[in-house]
């Protein structure tokens, strides 16, 4: 089997949530979404989309969802699967299943929210920092009255000389799209992914071992089963919310990524199903990772995305 016969038959796009306490029993912004549907479901009848006050409780739902499912499926997750690789190529964090495997063994995220992140981003500041001999790490962005701030991380961004602020995908999206897709390594505040990628790659890991041999990582791995389970990146933000009919936007979000990701046509150029062709993909992918329905064609030179 090639990746571009893989058509799962069960979709589910997941919005993560970096928050500390649960979230209000009451649907609300900010929380965790998902949205899901199998292939055939007609559009009248895919299900509505599913609200979680806490990570866990999302978590389980999607462990339960898919443990239920004998047949192919798609996870979408909207955060980094990866981070940047460094200016001499040097690898920053590792890549793939070994970077799920690295953050779950350093997150502490309890069944109430309360979690590490930012002790976290901390100590992998101060490991880089050294390794780069450069006065700080990548990682930026905490509350200003957080009692550990310290010089290892701070409320405001400090570029450092040899690790990009953005992977290659998001360069594209930026330079192609005029689309203000963030950084990684940014952890708090508007716009900020950095926090829901500590908290989501554990989570990832632990999928993955429930897998067994059918979870993949796209696209750090080959999808050659019929029977796959893979799990990748999505940005809601390439899908046109305003045609979804939910008061809040998180929702609105799920709903039309899994329903862009349902109807995409198999072979259509520019689809999802084309897009995990590894042949559409820059070298660097297989280590920063990349976002579904991206493709690097958007660029004329696939090694300055």
């Known amino acids: 089997m090639t990746p571009a016969a893989f058509l799962p038959d069960l979709i589910i796009a997941v919005d ?4 500390s306490q649960p979230r209000p029993k009451k649907p609300s912004a900010d929380a965790c979404w998902i949205a899901w549907a199998f292939r055939d479901d007609d559009a009248d009848r895919r299900p509505p989309p599913e609200y979680f006050r806490t990570r866990a409780s999302c978590e389980a739902r999607i462990t339960d ?5 004998a047949g192919s499926a798609l996870v979408g997750f909207d955060f980094p699967l990866g981070y940047p690789v460094a200016i001499d190529g040097a690898e920053v964090l ?3 299943r070994q970077l799920c495997q690295h953050v779950d063994s350093l997150i502490k995220d309890d069944d109430t929210n309360h979690n590490n992140r930012f002790d976290v981003a901390e100590a992998l500041n101060e ?3 050294e390794r780069f001999a ?3 790490g990548p990682f930026w962005g905490c509350p200003p009255t957080r009692d550990s701030v310290s010089s290892l991380l701070l409320p405001t ?10 992977r290659a995908v998001e360069q594209l999206v930026r330079t192609t799209r005029r689309l203000g897709i963030q950084s990684p390594w940014k952890l708090y505040t508007t716009g900020s992914v950095g926090s829901q990628t500590l908290l989501g790659l554990p989570v990832i890991h632990r999928l993955l071992a429930n897998l067994h041999d059918r979870g993949r990582l796209w696209p750090f791995e080959q999808i050659e089963r019929l029977d796959a389970v893979v799990i990748t990146e999505i940005w809601p933000s390439l899908h046109n919310a305003d045609i979804t009919d939910h008061p809040i936007k998180d929702a609105r979000q799920v709903l039309a990524t899994r329903d862009a990701m349902v109807s995409a046509p198999a072979h259509q150029p520019g689809s999802l199903h084309t897009s995990l062709m590894p042949e559409d993909l ?7 990772g990349w976002i579904a ?3 690097s064609s958007d660029s004329s030179d696939n090694h300055t995305v």
Not at 65 to 69: E, I, K, N, T
Not at 157 to 166: D, F, G, L, W
């Open 134 to 136: 450069e006065p700080h």
């Open 157 to 166: 961004k400090r570029v450092m000389r040899a690790v990009p602020e953005y």
């Open 16 to 19: 993560w949530s970096a928050a």
């Open 127 to 129: 490991q880089i920092a």
């Open 282 to 288: 820059p070298e660097v992918a297989s280590r920063e």
């Open 94 to 96: 590792p890549a793939g």
């Open 293 to 295: 329905s991206v493709h």
């Open 65 to 69: 969802l898919l443990a239920s499912h």
